[in-house]
């Protein structure tokens, strides 16, 4: 609905115009979500590093094989419009390459956050999610986390260091195939006017 107001003064809304008003204002006020892609970050010289390889065409892309632990970073900081009190969820896009295999690959994460002017916390291990593969070559897939993470002690400007990692030696991941991780993605609800009162 589009907010209703009268070009000549004289004659008020309706309860119903104001009504609506209320509502779409409110629709514009209060919390999104909103998500930000960040690129793979890869480490050379660490055994579990994925290889750059030729993914499509001239499109190079990160490669994670089957049976192995192999991993990428990505770090996010909060944002000014992030609503305080609520968490990020994280999301994986990624693709299979021209073959028309099955079955289930699963991703990990490890995570540490730091508030400037205070210690890193201690790095945790996500439980892990497996996504099924449908046999569709090249096909693009997302996953996003079950659960959010959060700490009541962040804020704006707080550091989200990750580890992500496809679980290839688990038996769950059942794919037998190159996978290529493409971006990660960092969900948070955020305030449309921002966060007011907050200052670097």
């Known amino acids: 609905m589009t907010i209703v ?13 104001l009504d609506g008003n209320f509502s779409d204002l409110a629709g514009r006020t209060d919390s999104a979500w909103q998500s930000v892609a960040v690129a793979p970050s890869v480490l050379y010289g660490v055994p579990s590093t994925p290889e750059l390889e030729v993914w499509q065409g001239g499109l190079n892309a990160w490669a994670y094989y089957p049976d192995q632990t192999m991993e990428a970073y990505a770090n996010f900081s909060l944002p000014y419009d992030w609503k305080p009190g609520t968490g990020v969820r994280f999301g994986i896009t990624w693709a299979v390459g021209n073959t028309t295999a099955t079955g289930n690959v699963r991703f990990r994460r490890e ?6 002017g205070s210690a890193f916390s201690a790095a945790a291990v996500s439980g ?4 099924a593969v449908d046999g569709t070559p090249y096909k693009c897939y997302q996953l996003y986390s079950q659960l959010e ?16 990692f496809r679980d290839g030696t688990n038996v769950a991941d059942t794919f037998e195939e190159k996978i290529y991780i493409l ?4 969900l ?13």
Request: aromatic share 22%; hydrophobic share 30%; glycine share 8%.
């Open 5 to 17: 107001y009268r070009q000549t003064k004289g004659s008020a809304l309706t309860y119903a115009e």
């Open 111 to 116: 995570s540490s956050f730091g508030t400037p």
């Open 128 to 131: 892990g999610q497996a996504a």
């Open 149 to 164: 993470f959060y700490d009541a002690s962040w804020q704006p400007n707080t550091v989200l260091v990750n580890r992500f």
């Open 183 to 186: 971006q990660f993605l960092f």
């Open 188 to 200: 948070y609800q955020r305030n449309k006017f921002g966060i007011p009162n907050y200052q670097p």
